[in-house]
């Protein structure tokens, strides 16, 4: 099947912790990779994307590697911000199939 | 340059009642995608649209879901009747031209069906 499994939230950190959002996929064909995130009160927003295997997304201190060999594609930052405050959804993308996982609430603390 | 555009932003109607949200695409954008989010779920692609022709309408309730893009660029979606399980945000966004590019996201229309 087609699917993206994430972790499940929510998730609280203080201020400069380190996070990881996991996920992973399924999917036939290679398909591209995509982290977006939602502020509150906001729509989504694309933050980072990767269309082949090993190709490493990153913005605003956020990175992800695409990882053929374990369907993954986690989401780190080394040290986050109360701004970072926001749900988290991965996403594939194969062709015209698009996919999102069921999202990952993060709350940063001071 | 302006983003998706949606109205309206929230709407409440009685189960068996019809609402109509509309979408206004960013500029250029050939592909556009309605999306359905039920609280603490992902968005589920409802139908997708390659100028104003249907590429992909293979999760919409064809019972009581359609969607139009007659001049492939505004599109409406519509509900009738309406069900309470379909109280969920009504998401729309565009693309330039689909596949793997970057789609932009609307605020989105929050529907409560009573």
């Known amino acids: 099947g087609n699917s993206v499994t994430q972790m499940e939230g929510p998730v609280t950190l203080s201020e400069e912790a380190f996070l990881t959002i996991n996920c992973t996929y399924t999917?036939?064909?290679?398909?591209?990779l995509f982290w977006y995130v939602q502020y509150p009160g906001e729509g989504l927003q694309l933050l980072l994307k990767?269309?082949?295997?090993?190709d490493k997304g990153s913005n605003k201190g956020f990175e992800a590697t695409y990882r053929k060999e374990t369907t993954s594609f986690h989401l780190e930052k080394g040290s986050v911000q109360v701004s970072d405050s926001a749900v988290y959804f991965c996403?594939?993308?194969?062709?015209?199939?698009?996919?999102f996982g069921t999202g990952t609430s993060l709350t940063v603390i001071p | 340059e302006a983003g998706v555009a949606q109205s309206p932003r929230y709407k409440i109607i009685e189960k068996r009642q019809s609402v109509a949200f509309w979408c206004n695409p960013i500029?250029?954008?050939?592909?556009l995608y309605w999306y359905q989010q039920i609280l603490g779920q992902g968005p589920k692609l409802l139908i997708q649209?390659?100028?104003?022709?249907?590429?992909?309408d293979s999760q919409l309730p064809k019972d009581r879901f359609s969607a139009e893009r007659l001049k492939g660029v505004d599109s409406t979606l519509k509900i009738q009747p309406a069900k309470l399980e379909d109280s969920a945000v009504y998401l729309c966004?565009?693309?330039?031209?689909?596949?793997?590019?970057?789609?932009?996201f609307g605020p989105g229309t929050r529907l409560t069906v009573l």
């Open positions: 500029s250029g954008h050939a592909t």
């Open positions: 990767a269309t082949k295997a090993d």
């Open positions: 999917a036939t064909g290679y398909p591209s």
């Open positions: 966004a565009s693309s330039l031209t689909g596949g793997y590019n970057e789609q932009f």
């Open positions: 649209f390659q100028n104003n022709g249907v590429v992909d």
């Open positions: 996403a594939r993308n194969t062709g015209n199939q698009f996919y």
